[in-house]
């Protein structure tokens, strides 16, 4: 089983953009699809964007779509939130978590039986 750790979260304002980075230990990454979710004060932890083993198939919420991108580097065990134009309401804990089967993106977090620790993003108007 992998475990993860986000970096790359911060405090930027409107319009700015952030890559938020995912790195995965172990030697069975590829084995995973992987998918990003986010979680403001008092809400749901919803979906963001997941991404098949081999970064064939993508997937986003419909908020962050044409704003963020989602990639992996498999030899580097990492997987990538690039998000653009960025928006109060981006404002949230972004966790990345890994599931399988590595063909198939899952929007539903009970899918996922690995999660990181989470990263802030705070946007601010």
Known sequence: ???LVESGGGLVQAGASLRLSCAASGRTFSTYSMG???QAPGKERDF???ITWNGGNTAYGDSVKGRFTISRDNAKNT???QMDRLKPEDTAVYYCAATRPSYRISLITSDYNTWGQGTQVTVSS
């Open 1 to 3: 089983q992998v475990q």
């Open 48 to 50: 963001v964007a997941g």
């Open 36 to 38: 990003w979710f986010r």
């Open 79 to 81: 997987v990538y939130l």
